[in-house]
């Protein structure tokens, strides 16, 4: 790694506190279908290792808790996005002083999503969903996210 960072992941996760609100669009199925939402959600610190992301949008809302294991580069979430009941391991990679990206599986998928900072108060977010076991893609999200 190029970039110099005091801690692997909590930097990163740190810049993420505040206040968000994503503009998404989904291609779904086979047939690729378009589905567009904004999404108002906060980021909360609530301990060294931990965190709190609170959502809502015209469609749902929740509360999704994350643990940091720095030393396993993973976190832990008290719940999954879509199914909301179980929690799920994710395994971090982190490229650069801007970037991470998350893999996850729940519910017959595996998940590749990447996070990018430019600058502080802008993200650019794309998640890619397969069916489980296979390269199948099932999901594809951007997303446009901006701190208000």
């Not at 086979?30 to 060294?48: Q, W």
Request: one cysteine or more; a negative charge.
């Amino acid at each position: 790694m190029s970039f110099t960072i005091t801690n692997l992941y909590s930097d990163w996760f740190d810049r993420c506190v505040g206040s968000w609100e994503s503009h998404r669009r989904y291609l779904m199925g086979p047939k690729k279908t378009i589905d567009n939402l904004v999404t108002k959600f906060d980021i909360e610190k609530r301990a060294s290792d931990e965190w709190a992301i609170l959502w809502k949008s015209d469609r749902n809302e929740g509360e999704m808790g994350i643990i940091l294991d720095e030393d396993k580069q993973v976190i832990t979430r008290s719940r999954n996005y879509f199914e909301g009941s179980e929690g799920t391991v994710t395994k971090l990679e982190r490229v650069d002083q801007d970037t991470v990206v998350f893999y996850s599986s729940y519910g017959g998928a595996d998940y590749r999503e990447e996070i990018r900072f430019l600058g502080n108060n802008i993200r650019l977010r794309q998640t890619v969903g397969y069916k489980t076991g296979t390269d199948k893609v099932i999901v594809v999200g951007q997303y446009f996210e901006e701190k208000v």
